[in-house]
């Protein structure tokens, strides 16, 4: 299939083309036509309930990213996805409701794969049903797909840089804020559990 010049961007990125990565693109170019363009720092900020393939999508597409401190993770293991202007103040929650009819036998190579009993066939058609799945995504209207609603929510603050320590255990360099005291040491977050299991 021969994808737009953005999509195939996204997909270089990723690696490869999946339904993640279409539920990403789907959902960040929502957020680009409620907010304008591509943050060139921290112009919009993400707010991301997933850890998903989804999310490659949206830091190439919108330019939210983890190094610039304007994509922030919060562990739901939900498809939502909350943007901000920091010029504006707007924000769009943005929801994947999208479901695809599967058959009996979908459902079943696909619960096969998920429990890794995997085979030639089982692989092929897993990626027959991504394919379709994929083109599916793809195609329909915004409304099929997304659930996008303007929410009034105060915005996150800006990305800090903080003064850096190093941990008197294992000499690592670690951000202040991130360093715990015990026992009169400096110590990074897994030194600091380390010495909790003693």
Request: net charge negative.
């Amino acid at each position: 299939m021969k994808y737009n010049e953005t999509l195939q961007k996204v997909i270089e990125f990723h690696g490869h083309i999946c339904p993640g990565l279409a539920y990403g693109y789907r959902t960040a170019a929502a957020a680009l036509a409620h907010l304008g363009k591509r943050a060139v720092d921290e112009e919009i900020v993400a707010v991301v309930e997933n850890n998903s393939c989804a999310v490659d999508a949206i830091q190439v597409m919108t330019g939210c990213t983890f190094g610039k401190g304007n994509l922030i993770f919060n562990d739901y293991g939900k498809q939502v996805y909350t943007f901000f202007s920091r010029a504006t103040g707007e924000g769009f929650r943005v929801s994947v409701h999208f479901e695809r009819q599967e058959s009996p036998e979908e459902k079943k190579v696909w619960e096969q794969s998920r429990r890794e009993e995997k085979n030639p066939e089982t692989d092929e058609t897993v990626r027959d049903i991504k394919t379709r799945k994929v083109e599916a995504i793809l195609s329909a209207d915004e409304a099929d797909v997304l659930t996008v609603q303007a929410v009034t929510l105060p915005l996150p603050p800006r990305a800090q840089i903080y003064p850096t320590l190093r941990c008197d255990k294992c000499g690592e360099k670690t951000m202040e804020p991130r360093i715990m005291e015990k026992g009169g040491m400096h110590l990074c977050i897994p030194c600091a559990e380390a010495e909790k299991k003693k």
